[in-house]
């Protein structure tokens, strides 16, 4: 399976095999890797190329080491599309997995400046803060934090926010939410974050930024979330 003639580096052949076998299901989520030595023995290689192999394969989240234990399968990555407008709960459903939250804090507050700009409003007009980590299947998987203008959406409950507030925005507000942008970037999770969503210290996140809008333009929520690097992967289809 290993082609020390093909140009491809033998570390590279050994990265792609065991993608192939996580992905076809040969090694399952939280099974242990055959160790370097079984490797370079099995293929007649230095450990010092399966190491390089294993690393980059940990770098990427395919795999996981956990001290005087070893190396094991991760969990595979939830790929998420931004070519649509979905909302959490949505997004969930659609996986056949089952979403929850679990609230950390529900405020109204005066807005300052930046979350007033952000949303189009006076200073100190009263917004709520909703802050809340995110569940699939009972995993966390982010930690969102959502201002919304409390003149605009009335009679936000925990309720509410414990099931889908997009839902009660379209349902029940009977509001059109019709586009958002959405910013990127990559990040190292806060105390805050790792508590939360039970990651290592020092784990990167994706952090992202949503402003959404209605139908008429009016901004509907500003909203910034930490995802988990390791779970999660976007994707997006571009044309030309
Ligand atoms: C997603 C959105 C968030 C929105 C939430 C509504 C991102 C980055 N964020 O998490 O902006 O508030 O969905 O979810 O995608 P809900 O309807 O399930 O409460």
């Known amino acids: 399976m290993i082609d020390k003639n093909s140009p491809l580096p033998i570390y590279f052949q050994i ?57 094991f399968v991760a969990d595979k990555k939830l790929e998420q599309q931004l070519n649509g407008l979905t909302s959490f709960t949505e997004d969930m459903k659609a996986r056949g997995l089952n979403p929850s939250s679990r609230l950390l804090s529900f405020e109204i507050i005066p807005a300052n400046k930046k979350i007033a700009n952000e949303l189009n409003i006076s200073l100190y007009a009263p917004v709520y803060e909703i802050k809340r980590i995110r569940l699939a299947d009972d995993v966390p998987m982010a930690l969102e934090t959502v201002y919304m203008s409390a003149n605009l959406i009335k009679g936000l409950t925990e309720e509410i926010i414990n099931l889908s507030l997009y839902q009660y925005v379209e349902n029940y507000v009977k509001l059109k939410i019709d586009y958002a942008t959405q910013t990127l970037e990559s990040s190292i999770a806060s105390d805050l974050e790792i508590a939360h969503l039970a990651i290592p210290k020092h784990s990167p996140i994706l952090f992202i930024q949503r402003n959404t809008y209605l139908i008429d333009g009016t901004p509907l929520e500003f909203v910034k979330s930490a995802y988990r690097a390791d779970r999660y992967k976007f994707t997006i289809t571009i044309t030309r």
Do not use: C, W
């Not at 065991?18 to 890797?33: C, M, P, R, T, Y």
């Not at 940990?58 to 234990?69: A, E, I, P, T």
């Open 15 to 71: 990265e792609e095999q065991i993608k192939k076998q996580i992905e076809n299901g040969e090694f399952q989520a939280h099974s242990a890797l055959p160790s370097e030595r079984e490797y370079a023995e099995q293929f007649e290689i230095s450990r010092m190329t399966v190491r390089q192999a294993i690393n980059n394969l940990v770098n990427d989240g395919y795999l996981y080491r956990q001290k005087g234990r070893g190396t």
